[in-house]
């Protein structure tokens, strides 16, 4: 199930909450238990991760279950 990150105008605190996908639009409460709070839009940022293949380098699965074509 998704995490949503949320602001609520009233207070301005930021909390998440966990919820279906189809209920994402939904209102949601904050925890000092205002209604009035806005769905944030969430970044995902991954680093440091490795320039080449990991079938080029050794790694990763390639043993024939990942369906990587090797």
């Known amino acids: 199930?998704?995490?949503?990150?949320?602001?609520?105008?009233a207070c301005g605190v930021v909390f998440e909450e966990r919820r279906?996908?189809?209920e994402s639009?939904?209102?949601?409460?904050?925890?000092?238990?205002?209604?009035d709070a806005v769905r944030l839009l969430s970044v995902f940022a991954a680093t440091g991760g490795r320039s080449e293949p990991?079938?080029?380098?050794?790694g990763g699965c390639c043993g024939?279950?990942?369906?990587?074509?090797h």
Do not use: F, I, V
């Not at 024939?64 to 074509?69: E, F, K, L, T």
């Open 1 to 9: 199930m998704p995490l949503y990150e949320y602001r609520c105008r």
């Open 20 to 22: 279906p996908a189809s």
């Open 25 to 35: 639009t939904w209102d949601a409460t904050c925890p000092d238990g205002h209604d």
């Open 54 to 58: 990991a079938a080029a380098t050794g």
């Open 64 to 69: 024939g279950a990942c369906g990587c074509g």
